[in-house]
């Protein structure tokens, strides 16, 4: 399963030292992020073919529980990064003479805060009233990801010395090595045991590659000094706040879910919930793209609306085109990854998850904007309340839906969707007054009709073949698109370009 952290959303700043003008610079920009998207590419393929594996191989009852077990991993996580991520890249891309002691004291911290992570992480699952083998996994889950942990801190450094390439290779290489040994490990009888154990043996392999390459680099002997550690701690303290949200609402949504369904459901949830995960990161990095051009039309109400509104299309035409093919090719995606005669009932969790998959999109660029704006306090304050409120609507509901309708996803998906439409208003009622221009409205009304002329030319069709039906999707909303001016000659010579710079790199 893909996790992203919103650390990397924080702007680092550029180093002092040695600095690249012009060409040099942007050929090192184009490089580097070459070198992460291939990496994210990468990594993202070999997620899709492990979750394949595991889906079928665990079965929807062990699948959901590995899903409960990483997922409460990643939130235990948070806590140990302890918002390091763009801290370190900054201060390490600032002062790489000093990267030995950053390095070692980014260590030594999520080495310490490790400890009380498990303690926590497997008290939570005792008080939800899981059996002691539950308890007994989770403890080793989180020991298990403690060295990805490790050497993810490790990749961290090598952006910060500009060498992307290597923080893509450790990440490869990481997957490339749970996929094996999950593999072999299923050849030659194993269960879920044996993909914790996998996780964390491919970790420290990773590991060791990354502490060869930074010998290479000649980062120096690492050392633990105190004022370093509370320089990171201390610095780290507002991105952690972040981070928790971020990952809070994945986390409360499992937590309800094991708490308050039968755990098959959870497994048909965590199938739905890592396609969704996946399906997001594109429009993460279009609002990536977007930043600095938000950024610089700071303080000019007539730029800022232009902005957005230049960011907003892109989003606008990716998320409605995103959740109208979800919404029709749940079964397909369903069917391939995981198998619909084990899974036949994620179909329907994955279509409900639609509309929301379009508001996330949404808040995602609202949040980039706001966080710009000054305005992150305000909305991160509205977005516990709404959590709050989303755990005590989703406690009462889930159980109401499973009684009715045999599936307690149905209830946190409405609770869900709820929460981020209530999310949506009020980030666009903290936002500047007038920043969403009439432009954006008809760019919204273009989207929809494009996206209900391609369904509707799909469900038209006499054949039911996906081969065909995809296809004939994507060329009709294309095609409605420019008809109706949603995509003009511009967007094709920006994707033209895009794609010359990608084949020169």
Known sequence: MPD????????????????????????????????????QVATTLLSILLNAKLGRTLGATDFGLYFFLLTSTYFVNVFMEWGQGSILVRDVARRPDSTARFLGSALAIRVA???????????????????????LLMALTIVAFTPN???????????????????????????????????????????????????????????????AKSRELAFGRLRIEAQAVRHLMSHGTP??????????????????????????????????????????????????????????ALGDPAAMREEVANALRPVLILGILVASGTALFADVA?????????????????????????????????????????????????????????????????????QRWGSAAIGLLAASLLAETVLLAASISLAPRGILSRRSLADLLRALFSAGAATAVVLALPVSTPIVRIPVFLLSFAAA??????????DMEILRNALNRTNRL
């Open 4 to 39: 992203a952290s919103p650390e990397e959303l924080v702007a680092v700043a550029p180093a002092p030292v040695a600095p690249s003008t012009g060409a040099a610079a942007n050929g090192s920009v184009a490089r580097s992020a070459f070198h992460l998207l291939s990496g």
């Open 334 to 402: 369903i069917g391939v990854i995981y198998g619909k005669e084990g899974y036949g009932p994620a179909v329907t969790i994955l279509q409900i998850m639609s509309p929301w998959l379009f508001l996330v999109f949404l808040n995602l660029l609202f949040a980039s904007v706001l966080i710009i704006q000054g305005r992150a306090t305000p909305i991160a304050a509205i977005r516990v309340v709404i959590m709050a409120a989303f755990a005590l609507l989703a406690w009462h509901v889930i159980p109401l839906t499973e």
């Open 239 to 296: 991105v952690l706040g972040m981070a928790v949200l971020a990952q809070a609402q994945i986390y409360i949504e499992t937590l309800l879910l094991s708490a308050l369904g039968p755990a098959v459901v959870l497994g048909f949830y965590g199938a739905a919930r890592t396609i969704t995960n996946t399906l997001i990161m594109p429009a993460s990095i279009l609002i990536t793209a977007s930043y600095p051009r938000l950024s610089r």
């Open 113 to 135: 805060l490790a400890v009380p992570g498990t303690i926590v992480g497997t008290l939570v699952v005792r008080l939800l009233g899981y059996d002691l083998r539950t308890q």
């Open 481 to 490: 698109a420019i008809a109706c001016r949603l995509l003009g000659r511009a």
């Open 149 to 211: 942990s490790l050497f993810q801190t490790f990749g961290l450094v090598f952006r910060g010395r500009e060498r992307m390439d290597l923080d893509a290779r450790a990440t490869v290489l990481n997957k490339v090595l749970h996929v094996g040994m999950v593999l072999a490990a299923f050849a030659l009888g194993g269960h879920l045991l044996a993909v914790i154990v996998s996780l964390g043996i491919a970790a420290v392999i990773t590991l060791g590659y990354a502490i």
